[in-house]
């Protein structure tokens, strides 16, 4: 289990060397983490993204995914990665 020091559902190591929505953990944002999130989101490939459990409403998920700000990770993050 990932360790949460600050206790705001962030796992810690999200929090820090993490690249903004760097999906894919390959240190780059491109069209693969919008192929990624549409995967995780509506096919359940993958099953869960770096920073979370398996929900597009856990923290970790929304801190590492949310590209355009909404405080949210859905289908407009993909599109705003695309962009």
Same mark, same amino acid.
């Given at each position: 289990? #990932?360790?949460?020091?600050?206790?705001?559902? /962030?796992?810690?190591?999200?929090?820090?060397?993490? !690249? &903004?929505?760097? !999906?894919?953990?390959?240190?780059?944002?491109?069209? #693969?983490?919008?192929?990624? +999130?549409?995967?995780?989101?509506?096919?359940?490939?993958? $099953?869960?993204? &770096?920073?979370?459990?398996? #929900?597009?409403?856990?923290?970790?998920?929304?801190? !590492?995914?949310?590209?355009?700000?909404?405080?949210? !990770?859905? +289908?407009?993050?993909? /599109? $705003?990665?695309? #962009?």
């Amino acid at each position: 289990m #990932s360790a949460d020091l600050d206790q705001d559902g /962030v796992p810690d190591e999200c929090q820090t060397n993490q !690249l &903004p929505g760097d !999906l894919t953990q390959d240190r780059t944002v491109d069209i #693969s983490e919008a192929i990624a +999130l549409l995967g995780f989101l509506f096919q359940s490939a993958p $099953a869960r993204l &770096p920073c979370g459990d398996g #929900s597009a409403r856990d923290r970790g998920n929304v801190a !590492l995914g949310d590209w355009n700000g909404d405080r949210g !990770l859905d +289908l407009t993050d993909a /599109v $705003a990665i695309l #962009s």
